[in-house]
């Protein structure tokens, strides 16, 4: 598995929104400027997730994108999915029948590793990274600003 951009910049944008008051929406140019995005990209990103269901998109002058469940709700494995990003081990796509017992044995191990990376990332929430960064945060003695 490989974290790609779009992944990255999927769960910056909505660990952005889980940090807004009463996670109230902002504009795609806020997040952008906030996490250093570009606004264009984000905005396909957040249309993606808002069809998965993650996020509402509200209009007006006081609109903009909003988390649609609590972040303890909302999985890092559902946010890669909603964009497409692949956690499947690329190696796994070609495995050829006829495998060898030993290499069959080196698939199978994968295979499992796959499995629990695949139920780790549906087990971690946008709250544990939140969490996660605040306590990194805290350690290095940095202020309440949050750029992920």
């Known amino acids: ?3 790609t951009t779009r ?12 940090l807004r008051p009463n996670f109230g929406p902002a ?3 806020e997040i952008a400027q906030r996490q250093d995005l570009p606004a264009p990209y984000l905005e396909k990103l957040l249309i993606a997730m808002r069809r998965a269901g ?3 998109s509200l209009r007006g002058s006081q609109g903009g994108y909003q988390l649609a469940h609590p972040p303890s709700n909302i999985s890092l494995g559902q946010i890669l999915q909603a964009v497409g990003e692949s956690i499947q081990p690329l190696f796994l796509e070609d495995v050829p029948p006829d495998l060898a017992a030993a290499d069959w044995v080196t698939v199978s191990l ?5 499995q629990k990376l695949r139920e780790a990332l ?13 306590s990194w945060q805290a350690a290095q003695g940095e202020s309440a ?4």
């Open 1 to 3: 598995m490989k974290l």
């Open 110 to 114: 994968w295979k499992r590793l796959h």
């Open 54 to 56: 993650l996020v509402h």
């Open 122 to 134: 549906f087990n971690i929430s946008l709250e544990d990274l939140y969490y996660d960064a605040r």
């Open 27 to 29: 504009s795609v140019r």
């Open 7 to 18: 992944g990255h910049y999927s769960v910056k944008a909505l660990l952005d929104l889980s």
């Open 145 to 148: 600003s949050f750029v992920v």
